[in-house]
């Protein structure tokens, strides 16, 4: 058969379906991109996590410091070294994730700073961050991720300087950027190119993520390599003095109080000898125990030494002084939550009394309120089931086998404050016809500043529509749009108005109208 010769038209239809066949195989899908962000927002909250243990990490170095500072500056200064290497590297990272954002957005920086990822509108497109990343090159060497290597490699190489060579295999910390890379086909690409050809926005801000996390969690490891280069017994025991510990400092009227007094550095392979008030003290265990009656009210004091052997098997005396407070019992009530009890709901309370475990308390609460434990038996739950203005908790508790009163407080009675009706989570305004249609029902919901988990429900409301000059209204059971409703705001024009008034809802504590709700269709 001869040669087959395609018309220049079906040359321009077989051009145009391998075009839409490539656009159909690079398309990315509603799953993929929602799995995207879901990595990102985790990437967010292990970067604000491993911050918080670098933080604390530092914490316990300057305290060492502190401690002992000739002993633990040179490892002290290389771990500061390191954390301002890190925070510059971060800061450069950031820097770059927000312009890439604002380039390929074609908004300023300030925006995409506050711009969450899942509201950008061009996180699935590849294309301008394609260009800003490699630009017009084959191995991105004209785009920002060459100088983004470049920046990691320079980072990688300055905190090595604060591990010891012989523990540079004991960290994991280092960014890998020499690979080896693939591509899908198994042909071997570059870092830059393996990160960030093709790939689209949200997945180069998931990627500068973790990048950001990869840099903590490597300053991470050089702190604990430096943290740990320190011995013990460089910083532990540089400074020994008396300790005096006691059970509690506040005593009630006709209590004993109790107190343990002892070397700091002590062991126990030797009791020293305690001297409180010029008479000595049973040692034990490398400690003195010291008690007394508290017969009176008032502050008390009392002071003497410990006699303890030094390294050289010498007597050393190490002076101390306490003093302690004897008065009657006091308390303590709080509602966790806030200064009030609301009806119809359970209150978590806190009640505490100095000296006293939870177990020995006894609460007792005024008409119309109920106090119980709370659920697994930590602190305790008021219930009010109204018709009164305030409510007295009063407390007792069981001490030496005796029941003492405490005392009481008092506290405001109040209803639960009312939910704001809403509808496509707004409660007035312009409204999408389409967003109207999807919400679909009325919901109520609490003030931001109510910490109780509580739902009222919605159990009627009148719909209302103007229509060409005229007033459409309906009565309508329970919080959903029936079908009719749907049909009207379907057909409805831009600019017209609907109103959900008369909404009644049901709480904790009875019926009671809601907000009315005002909007006009876009």
Do not use: C
């Not at 060459?146 to 523990?167: S, W």
């Not at 029941?403 to 999408?432: E, H, Q, W, Y």
Request: without cysteine; hydrophobic residues 40%.
């Amino acid at each position: 058969m001869a040669g087959y010769k395609e018309t220049p038209r079906q040359k321009m239809i077989a051009m145009m379906y391998l075009v839409l066949t490539a656009l159909l195989a690079l398309n990315v899908s509603v799953e993929i991109l929602e799995a995207f962000i879901v990595v990102n927002e985790g990437m967010e909250t292990t970067n604000e996590n491993l911050n918080r243990k670098v933080t604390g990490a530092y914490s316990k170095f300057e305290q060492q410091y502190s401690l002992n500072p000739k002993k633990v500056a040179p490892f002290f200064l290389q771990a500061k070294a390191a954390h301002k290497l890190s925070s510059d590297m971060i800061s450069y990272l950031e820097k770059t994730k927000y312009q890439a954002i604002a380039y390929s957005e074609g908004i300023t920086y300030d925006q995409a700073k506050s711009t969450p990822l899942r509201d950008l509108k061009s996180k699935d497109n590849y294309d301008k961050s394609t260009n800003f990343f490699i630009g017009n090159s084959q191995d991105g060497s004209a785009g920002r991720s060459k100088e983004l290597k470049v920046k990691l490699e320079e980072y990688n190489n300055k905190m090595a300087q604060f591990v010891d060579p012989k523990a540079r295999g004991t960290i994991k910390g280092t960014i890998n950027l020499k690979g080896p890379f693939h591509d899908a086909s198994g042909v071997r690409q570059n870092w830059e190119m393996h990160h960030f050809y093709y790939t689209i926005l949200a997945a180069d801000v998931t990627i500068i993520n973790k990048l950001i996390s990869d840099v903590r969690g490597y300053e991470f490891d050089v702190l604990n390599h430096l943290y740990s280069s320190i011995s013990e017994e460089d910083f532990k025991f540089n400074r020994i003095e008396a300790k005096v510990i006691p059970k509690s400092n506040y005593v009630f009227l006709g209590d004993t109080y109790e107190a343990d007094i002892f070397v700091a550095a002590s062991d126990d392979s030797q009791n020293p000898e305690v001297i409180v008030n010029g008479s000595a003290v049973k040692a034990s265990a490398g400690m003195g125990h010291y008690m007394a009656n508290a017969s009176s009210e008032g502050l008390k004091t009392y002071s003497g030494f410990i006699r303890a052997k030094d390294a050289t098997g010498a007597m050393i005396s190490y002076p101390f002084k306490n003093e302690y407070l004897v008065a009657p019992p006091t308390l303590t009530v709080s509602p966790t939550k806030m200064n009030v009890f609301y009806i119809g709901v359970e209150n978590p309370v806190s009640i505490s009394a100095g000296g006293l475990s939870d177990a020995q308390l006894i609460p007792t609460i005024t008409a119309p309120a109920s106090i119980s434990r709370a659920a697994g038996g930590r602190g305790w739950v008021v219930r009010v089931s109204g018709g009164a203005k305030t409510a007295k908790i009063s407390i007792s508790a069981k001490v030496d086998g005796k029941i003492k009163s405490l005392g009481g407080m008092d506290f405001r009675i109040k209803r639960v404050p009312s939910p704001t009706a809403k509808i496509g989570n707004i409660d007035g305004g312009v409204i999408n016809k389409n967003l109207l249609l999807a919400a679909g029902a009325i919901i109520p919901n609490m003030p931001e500043d109510f910490e109780f988990n509580l739902n009222f429900e919605i159990l009627s409301y009148t719909f209302l529509v103007s229509r060409g000059g005229d007033i459409l209204t309906r009565d309508i059971r329970g919080n959903v749009l029936p079908q009719d409703i749907k049909s009207i705001i379907s057909s409805m024009k831009r600019g017209e108005r609907v109103w959900f008034e008369n909404i009644i809802a049901r709480g904790p504590d009875g019926n009671r109208r809601l907000n009315n709700i005002s909007l006009v269709v876009q």
